[in-house]
Nanobody, 126 residues
Framework: QVQLVESGGGSVQAGGSLRLSCVVS????????MGWFRQAPGAEREGVAA????????YYADSVQGRFTISLDNAKNTVYLQMNSLKPEDTAIYYC???????????????????WGQGTQVTVPS
């Protein structure tokens, strides 16, 4: 059974930084595409960043480009999201997701990901 567990969320002042982690267990496929998504109250879930394990291709939403960095440590089965220059509009529950890379995972659409974590709250007070 595939499990994803996020950690690292919290409350931080605008301009600050946080690093989210997501540990993956039970995943037995030879390749993996990992994504970070977020959902603010009353809003739809949106893709933030994605990475491919074989080669490290990365994709970002325009809203976080240049501020967020996704990385993958295959040895630790962990994907990270380094978030810098945080803004109040970054406030949301952040979810990590995984898939076998068979679809359009790079388009940052939640429908392309099969496995999901429970989420971790990030709050940036205005």
């Amino acid at each position: 059974q595939v499990q994803l567990v996020e950690s690292g969320g919290g409350s931080v002042q605008a301009g600050g930084s946080l690093r989210l982690s997501c540990v993956v267990s039970g995943y037995t496929y030879s390749r993996v595409c990992m994504g970070w998504f977020r959902q603010a109250p009353g809003a739809e879930r949106e893709g933030v960043a994605a990475i491919f394990s074989g080669g490290g291709r990365k994709y970002y939403a325009d809203s976080v480009q240049g501020r967020f960095t996704i990385s993958l440590d295959n040895a630790k089965n962990t994907v990270y999201l380094q978030m810098n220059s945080l803004k109040p509009e970054d406030t949301a529950i952040y979810y990590c997701a995984a898939d076998t890379c068979g679809g359009r995972w790079y388009e940052l659409k939640s429908i392309e990901y099969k496995y999901w974590g429970q989420g971790t709250q990030v709050t940036v007070p205005s």
